[in-house]
């Protein structure tokens, strides 16, 4: 799988509004057949930082991801509710799926 987390700082008066600026762009992602996961968090140090966690399949799927419509709409909605260009880090992964964090097993 493409592995990606990005961090997007938001221009402090759009902040709390970001999910709902960003829920096209979310939702239509989400509705990708190549789309494992893409989730938003929001930074509890910084109110303006949000962190997008997403996953797809392959390459394949990453390359109709930033070839979609809603993708190349998204260039052009979203950086003006930005502070900053959003940094990334992408990796590729064999797996397809979240693994279990052992050093915090729940038993029961």
Same mark, same amino acid.
């Given at each position: 799988?493409?592995?990606?987390?990005?961090?997007?700082?938001?221009k402090p008066e759009y902040a709390d509004r970001?999910?709902?600026?960003?829920?096209?762009? /979310?939702?239509?992602?989400?509705?990708?057949?190549?789309?494992?996961?893409?989730?938003?968090?929001?930074?509890? =140090?910084?109110?303006?930082?949000?962190?997008?966690?997403?996953?797809?399949?392959?390459?394949?799927?990453?390359?109709?991801?930033? !070839?979609?419509?809603?993708?190349?709409?998204? !260039?052009? %909605?979203?950086?003006?509710?930005? %502070?900053? /260009?959003?940094?990334?880090?992408?990796?590729?992964? =064999?797996?397809? =799926?979240?693994?279990?964090?052992?050093?915090?097993?729940? !038993?029961?």
């Open positions: 799988m493409i592995f990606i987390t990005a961090k997007f700082r938001i970001w999910p709902e600026i960003a829920r096209e762009f /979310t939702e239509a992602t989400r509705g990708e057949p190549g789309c494992l996961w893409f989730d938003w968090s929001r930074s509890l =140090d910084d109110p303006t930082e949000y962190v997008l966690v997403e996953a797809f399949r392959d390459g394949d799927a990453g390359a109709a991801h930033v !070839q979609s419509d809603h993708f190349k709409s998204a !260039q052009q %909605a979203l950086p003006p509710h930005l %502070a900053e /260009t959003p940094r990334i880090v992408n990796a590729v992964l =064999d797996q397809d =799926d979240w693994s279990l964090l052992g050093e915090m097993a729940v !038993q029961g």
